[in-house]
């Protein structure tokens, strides 16, 4: 099974706390194999490269949990 991350797109999006001081959020959106897009958002700085791999690890015992694929490696 393909459990290949493909399509990554990263983008940064400001957005405003209560205060009416910027934050940015940064999105990372992507494919594993045939499956997705899937969106994981987190706050700039917060996107360090284990909080990444750690999401998409997420989605992919996800995915093999509902059948989708059968069990995989780890990221």
């Not at 940064?12 to 899937?38: A, C, E, L, M």
Request: aromatic letters at 10%; glycine letters at 8%; a negative charge.
């Amino acid at each position: 099974m393909d459990y290949t991350i493909s399509h990554l797109q990263v983008t940064t999006q400001p957005n405003f706390d209560r205060r009416g001081n910027v934050k940015s959020n940064v999105q990372y959106s992507y494919f594993i194999g045939d499956h997705g897009p899937f969106v994981d958002t987190f706050l700039e700085g917060e996107d360090t490269a284990d909080a990444v791999r750690a999401a998409q690890q997420k989605r992919i015992n996800h995915l093999a949990a509902v059948g989708a694929f059968p069990a995989g490696p780890q990221l």
